[in-house]
């Protein structure tokens, strides 16, 4: 059966990768062709230099560390949260927990690894966003992996190895390969990208054109057949 690969380069530290992710579902959800695609999350990091933890909230870390006004912060929550309600999230932006996503997207490599990497990342973006869960604390990511079902032993390695380390860089580097400078970023088939939360039915004309592209109509014999055309059919 043919198939269709799409890549999704996302941050779990990221507020409109999550909008993204249901506005991407909800146009799956209703693509004729879903059972042949096949969806991978790639890592992608918009502080790598974040300390495993912040002591602060999220206003005073964009505020400080990214020179932007309270009041511009604020505004832009408000903004995000709202645009989050429509497609049925909570934003907390007052309890989130700021801290370095990097094991966070080795957690998820691990996830991938046993089947379970859409459930890790959408758990992990619930919790950071909507229940305030530091995704940076070992006791955090620990108890996650449990509730995954993931191996109690391999989870325990990515505090005291660093399993997945290169996975998660390579995929920052394919992304910078592909030009890649903010997410959420979609690559179907590695032909087509849309940049950014877009609308559903963005998503939706993006996956029909793709199924074409790779799925092109072949006409055989095509004017041997009886037919009908506009000046009337075949005697």
């Known amino acids: 059966m043919p198939s269709m690969k799409i890549e999704i380069w996302s941050d779990v ?8 992710k249901r506005r991407f579902e909800a146009a799956l959800a209703e693509f004729p ?5 096949e969806v991978q999350w ?4 918009l502080d790598p230099g974040l ?3 912040y002591d602060g909230t999220e206003l005073e870390y964009l505020s400080t560390r990214k020179g932007m006004a309270p009041q511009q912060v604020s505004q832009m929550f408000d903004h995000v949260a709202e645009q989050a309600k429509g497609e049925g999230l909570e934003y907390r932006f007052d309890k989130v927990a700021v801290a370095n996503s990097f094991t966070a997207h080795r957690l998820i490599h691990l996830a991938a690894a046993h089947g379970r990497q859409d459930a890790a990342k959408e758990r992990l973006l619930s919790d950071h966003f909507e229940h305030g869960k530091d ?6 990511l620990t108890a996650l992996g449990g509730d995954l079902g993931l191996p109690d032993a391999d989870v325990e390695e990515l505090f005291t190895t660093d399993k997945y380390a290169d996975d998660v860089r390579n995929d920052f580097e394919e992304g910078r390969a592909l030009g890649i400078s903010g997410v959420p970023f979609f690559v179907i088939d590695r032909k087509f990208g849309l940049s950014g939360a877009q609308p559903a039915a963005t ?3 993006a ?4 199924w074409q592209d790779a799925n092109p109509l072949v006409l055989v014999n095509s004017g ?3 037919a009908c055309g506009p000046d009337g059919c075949s005697v």
């Open 13 to 20: 530290a990221c507020p409109w990768c999550f909008i993204g």
């Open 33 to 37: 062709h879903r059972d042949a695609v």
């Open 42 to 45: 790639r890592s992608y990091q």
């Open 51 to 53: 300390p495993e933890h």
């Open 135 to 140: 995704i940076g604390s070992r006791d955090y």
């Open 203 to 205: 998503f939706t004309a």
């Open 207 to 210: 996956l029909n054109q793709a």
């Open 224 to 226: 041997d057949g009886e």
